[in-house]
């Protein structure tokens, strides 16, 4: 057994167009997907500055047109440098979900992700359970995701194993 320092990398899941329209008009959480965009511009931005990997993951479900899937995908981190980032597009809630996701983590020899987005209940929900299934350490970040239903987040949030905020982290 090594007591290296886990590799870790930032993953930021589904912050993207076509969820701030789910949360604006399906799940009425407007204000609380803006303070998401907020506090994942400002992981990116620490995880950038130290020279951290950072994953941006968006969903592009199966189904959609071609058109309709560019619009509903454009990330909110588009307009950021990232010389340490990548952008991963996936069909389903997990992260692991139809990219090459596990093969790029195993080829830089990341063995810890600290995943956040939108929502806690779904995408870091899966992707998060879907890590652990695969040997890597998880870490989500409470306070840069939010959950489908505002008053279920703190119950959510107590059912991952490892839990951080950004204030007392970054």
Do not use: C
């Not at 303070?35 to 511009?41: A, D, I, M, P």
């Amino acid at each position: 057994m090594t007591n290296e320092q886990p590799k870790a990398a930032l993953v930021v899941i589904d912050i993207q167009a076509g969820t701030h329209f789910l949360a604006k008009h399906i799940f009425k959480i407007e204000d609380n997907f803006q303070k998401l965009v907020t506090s994942n511009r400002q992981l990116i931005e620490a995880f950038e500055a130290r020279k951290q990997p950072i994953f941006i993951v968006t969903v592009a479900p199966k189904i959609f047109p071609k058109w309709l899937k560019a619009k509903f995908t454009k990330s909110y981190y588009e307009d950021m440098t990232l010389t340490n980032g990548l952008y991963l597009t996936k069909s389903g809630p997990s992260a692991f979900q139809t990219t090459d996701f596990d093969t790029i983590l195993k080829q830089n020899q990341i063995n810890k992700l600290i995943v956040t987005g939108f929502t806690t209940d779904n995408g870091v929900k899966k992707t998060v359970m879907d890590a652990e299934k695969l040997g890597y350490q998880t870490e989500v970040v409470a306070d840069a995701t939010v959950a489908r239903k505002p008053q279920h987040q703190d119950i959510l949030i107590n059912e991952f194993k490892h839990v951080i905020n950004i204030v007392n982290k970054f």
